[in-house]
C-alpha cells in the first residue's frame, strides 16, 4: 500500500478528504445509482492511490471445527438448528492444522484463516487455537480466525499469541439482520468487533449480498462498514451460497453486475482496505470475476473449500489470474 506522501504526490489530494468515515446510507446509495463507468472508474482511481491494481492477495480458509453451531444464521449449513446440516465434527488437532497451513503457503497464500463453528470459544478450546495461531505464525504465514463472539480477554488472549487477523462479518444491514439471523443481535457483533480493535487485532469484517434484502439495505451494510471510526484492513464480500436445507435454499439470484457495484462501492468507500471478493466465486463466470477486479477486488480465497461450500479449482484461478496479467502477494507476516 502506498504511504501518505505517495498518495498525495500522486493526486494533489488530502488523504484526509479520500479516506471518509461519515458515509450514510445515501451516499452510498448516490453511488449505487451511478452509470456503471462512471462508478468503475471512481474505483479504479481510488484503488491506484493505494494498491498495485495487478496485485491479488491469496489466502486460504480451513475449517478447524465444523458443524454443531447453536445460532440460526439462515444461511449457513452449519446451523444445528436447520432441517438438513452438515455433521459436527470435534476441533482439529494443531499438528494437522499447521501441515494445512504449510500446504496453503506452498500453493501461494500469504494468509491462512482458521474458522470454527461456534456461538464464541470455550477457554480451552481458545488454548488450543493459540497454539495453532503460534505455529502457522512460525511458517511466515499472516494469521486469521473465525470463531464466533468474543470478550474482551479473548480478543488479548489471540493478540498474544499472534493473531494478525479477526474475521467477524455484519453480513447485512442494521435494519435487514434481523430476518437472517434470530440468536444474536447485531450490536453483539460491533461489541466484538470493538473488543477485537482494543486489543490490536486487524479485522476482517464485511458482508453477503443475495439474501433477500434490497438495494437499500445493501447501501446500509456499506454504510455500516464504511462508518466505522477505523475501517476494517479487510472487507470480505461475499455473494450467497444456496446450500439445501437451510432457508435461504431458494433465495432469489443476484444479477452480476449488482454484485461488482457492490465491489466497486466498498473499494470507493474503503479504498485503503483489502476488498475480497470472497464466498460465490464458484458459481461466477471469469468474466464476472474480472470485472470485480477492475471494480477493485484486490483479495481472493484459494483452495477448493470455503469452510462448508466449494470455491473454484486452484488451476481455474490460476488459469484466470494468468489471462488477467495479475499476480499474487508473498507473505508479509515473519
Not at 498518495?7 to 458515509?23: E, F, G, Q
Not at 464476472?288 to 473454484?312: H, V, W
Request: proline share 5%.
Amino acid at each position: 500500500m502506498a504511504d501518505g506522501s505517495q498518495i498525495h504526490s500522486a493526486t494533489s489530494t488530502p488523504v484526509s478528504s479520500v479516506l471518509r468515515h461519515d458515509w450514510t446510507r445515501a451516499d452510498v446509495q448516490a453511488l449505487l445509482d451511478l452509470p456503471f463507468p462512471e462508478l468503475l472508474y471512481r474505483a479504479q482511481t481510488l484503488h491506484r492511490m493505494f494498491f498495485d491494481p495487478t496485485e491479488i492477495q491469496i489466502s486460504t480458509l480451513l475449517s478447524i471445527k465444523t458443524g454443531g453451531c447453536p445460532e440460526d444464521c439462515a444461511y449457513c449449513p452449519q446451523s444445528s438448528r436447520h432441517e438438513e446440516r452438515v455433521q459436527a465434527e470435534k476441533l482439529m488437532a494443531v499438528e494437522k492444522v499447521v501441515a494445512e497451513a504449510r500446504r496453503a503457503k506452498e500453493a501461494g497464500a500469504a494468509r491462512f484463516c482458521m474458522g470454527a463453528a461456534w456461538r464464541s470459544p470455550k477457554d480451552h478450546d481458545l488454548e488450543t487455537v493459540c497454539s495453532m495461531i503460534e505455529g502457522v505464525k512460525a511458517l511466515g504465514l499472516e494469521t486469521c480466525v473465525t470463531l464466533g463472539m468474543l470478550d474482551d480477554a479473548q480478543a488479548h488472549r489471540l493478540k498474544n499469541a499472534g493473531l494478525d487477523y479477526y474475521n467477524h462479518n455484519i453480513d447485512t444491514s442494521p435494519e435487514f439482520y434481523g430476518e437472517i439471523i434470530s440468536t444474536r443481535t447485531y450490536q453483539e457483533r460491533l461489541d466484538t468487533l470493538a473488543n477485537v480493535r482494543d486489543a490490536g487485532i486487524n479485522v476482517c469484517c464485511g458482508g453477503i449480498v443475495g439474501m433477500g434484502e434490497g438495494e437499500s439495505d445493501r447501501a446500509g451494510m456499506i454504510a455500516a462498514l464504511a462508518s466505522m471510526p477505523k475501517h476494517p484492513e479487510s472487507v470480505p464480500i461475499n455473494l450467497l451460497v444456496k446450500v439445501a436445507g437451510t432457508p435461504l435454499a431458494s433465495a432469489e439470484e443476484v444479477d452480476p453486475l449488482d454484485f461488482v457495484r457492490m465491489i466497486a462501492v466498498a473499494r470507493v468507500t474503503m479504498p485503503a482496505s483489502h476488498v475480497r471478493l470472497a464466498a460465490g466465486r464458484e458459481n461466477m463466470s471469469d468474466e464476472t470475476q474480472a470485472l470485480c477486479f477492475l471494480a477493485g477486488a484486490n483479495s481472493i480465497f484459494y483452495g477448493e473449500r470455503l469452510l462448508t461450500t466449494p470455491n473454484p479449482a486452484a488451476t481455474r484461478d490460476r488459469q484466470l489470474l494468468d489471462r488477467l496479467g495479475l499476480r499474487t502477494t508473498v507473505a508479509t507476516s515473519a
